[in-house]
């Protein structure tokens, strides 16, 4: 119990200063890269939607969707929506129509930057999550410049949007 108590001050503490935070099953993660890792590579299709339906509480305007299928089925969604502080970005992975892995990253105005906030490869004020999902719930997660995010974060959130994002492009298309 100490150990796993340290282990949990340490990586709390990693976040305090920007550096990436994970919490959770981490032996699940592999797994679920791989699969991402094919689903990556595994497309015959790509559509683009424009919508003026936000997915996000704190969206400001419309989504920009990004839908990679495989024999007609929906494994890859990519979207983006402009906040009142800047561009806010996810990536959703589907295995077998059931999300198991959600990527998000905020990129702030630069007028709207917390300060201190970390820079992404553009040096942009941003922030990372990852969301690793098994069986429809949160195994594991990983953060980089992200705050209030607790070791009890359920992803409840993400993971709803990604149902509201898939049924959406269902509906949009003849995709399964």
Not at 4 to 32: P, Y
Not at 134 to 163: C, F, L, M, P, W
Not at 164 to 170: A, M, N, R, T
């Amino acid at each position: 119990m100490r150990n796993l108590t340290s282990c949990i001050l340490i990586l709390v503490s990693f976040n305090a200063f920007g550096q990436e935070i994970t919490v959770g099953d981490t032996t699940m993660i592999r797994e679920i890269q791989r699969k991402c890792s094919i689903i990556y590579d595994t497309k015959d299709s790509t559509i683009f939607l424009l919508t003026k339906s936000t997915f996000y509480k704190n969206a400001e305007s419309g989504t920009n969707i990004v839908v990679n299928s495989y024999k007609g089925k929906i494994n890859r969604i990519v979207t983006f929506t402009t906040t009142r502080t800047g561009l806010l970005g996810g990536e959703f992975y589907f295995w077998e129509s059931q999300v198991i892995m959600i990527y998000e990253t905020m990129e702030y105005y630069d007028e709207d930057s917390p300060k201190g906030q970390i820079r992404n490869f553009k040096n942009i004020p941003y922030w990372e999550s990852r969301f690793y999902i098994n069986n429809k719930k949160i195994v594991a997660h990983r953060h980089s410049g992200r705050k209030g995010i607790g070791i009890d974060y359920t992803a409840q959130i993400e993971i709803d949007n990604s149902k509201d994002i898939f049924e959406f492009v269902k509906e949009q298309t003849s995709l399964k």
